[in-house]
């Protein structure tokens, strides 16, 4: 029997492996469970070691495996904000639907340093419908390896569903001052916003909300492989 700590933890790591391909760092399960330090979390990552729940890799850094999930999470959980469906270029897509829309490419955006703000439309795709759901959507094409744990590469092209604000954890545009665009996963740290990367190598950047202007988010990845 877990405590509701451990379930809430052993829950997050899943979702996010689920999501990323990679378990969260000490500093995400931390602000997931709202801990006031990190040594909370050592002691609950023993804890489901030790009831066979989960297991370190040995020599990988952030490596952890679920092993099992308590019997009442099979009723399943909420969706997290990006899973990836990745559509490999040269394939049909076989999405559960014949249905298609063209989408606009409107450039470049960064998966790094921020670069330009997005461009006007210089190509379209064709994408199934059932990958899309409701609302207006466009792509990008991304530059950069920030975003790498969260499984997206240089060189990937993005669907964005556009919008203007955002739930904190979601991956999005962000308009950096009006002048540059990135992709990063949005948090709201109190009164500021960070834009956090998925690659230990970057740092994660902090603004003010007067700064940062959302223009949609992320549901989807086609990636060309040659």
């Given at each position: 029997?877990?405590?509701?700590?451990?379930?809430?933890?052993?829950?997050?790591?899943?979702?996010?492996?689920q999501?990323?391909?990679?378990?969260?760092?000490?500093?995400?399960?931390?602000?997931?469970?709202d801990?006031?330090?990190?040594?909370?979390?050592?002691?609950?990552?023993?804890?489901?070691?030790?009831?066979?729940?989960?297991?370190?890799?040995?020599?990988?850094?952030?490596?952890?495996?679920?092993?099992?999930?308590?019997?009442?999470?099979a009723?399943?959980?909420?969706?997290?904000?990006?899973?990836?469906?990745v559509?490999?270029?040269?394939?049909?897509?076989?999405?559960?639907?014949?249905?298609?829309?063209e989408?606009?490419?409107?450039?470049?955006?960064a998966?790094?340093?921020?670069?330009?703000?997005?461009?006007?439309?210089?190509?379209?795709?064709?994408?199934?419908?059932?990958?899309?759901?409701?609302?207006?959507?466009?792509?990008?094409?991304?530059?950069?390896?920030?975003?790498?744990?969260?499984?997206?590469?240089?060189?990937?092209f993005?669907?964005?569903?556009?919008?203007?604000?955002?739930s904190?954890?979601?991956?999005?545009?962000?308009?950096?001052?009006?002048?540059?665009?990135?992709?990063k996963?949005?948090?709201?740290?109190?009164?500021?916003?960070?834009?956090?990367p998925?690659?230990?190598?970057?740092?994660?950047?902090?603004?003010?909300?007067?700064?940062?202007?959302?223009?949609?988010k992320?549901?989807?990845?086609?990636?060309?492989?040659?």
């Amino acid at each position: 029997m877990l405590t509701k700590k451990q379930h809430e933890l052993l829950m997050f790591i899943h979702e996010r492996i689920q999501e990323t391909g990679v378990s969260p760092s000490f500093d995400e399960m931390k602000e997931a469970l709202d801990l006031a330090s990190k040594s909370g979390i050592h002691r609950l990552i023993t804890a489901l070691e030790e009831r066979g729940f989960i297991r370190r890799l040995p020599h990988r850094a952030r490596a952890l495996e679920v092993v099992k999930l308590p019997e009442t999470a099979a009723a399943g959980r909420p969706r997290g904000p990006f899973r990836p469906q990745v559509v490999e270029g040269g394939r049909p897509a076989d999405l559960g639907s014949s249905e298609v829309r063209e989408l606009p490419l409107l450039g470049k955006i960064a998966a790094g340093s921020p670069i330009s703000a997005i461009e006007h439309e210089r190509d379209r795709f064709s994408i199934p419908e059932a990958m899309l759901g409701s609302g207006d959507h466009y792509m990008l094409e991304i530059e950069g390896d920030s975003m790498i744990e969260a499984g997206i590469h240089n060189g990937d092209f993005v669907v964005i569903k556009r919008g203007d604000t955002a739930s904190s954890g979601e991956i999005v545009v962000a308009l950096v001052e009006g002048e540059e665009a990135t992709l990063k996963r949005f948090r709201k740290k109190g009164a500021s916003i960070a834009l956090e990367p998925a690659n230990a190598a970057y740092e994660t950047r902090i603004y003010s909300p007067e700064q940062i202007d959302v223009q949609g988010k992320l549901v989807g990845l086609i990636r060309r492989y040659h």
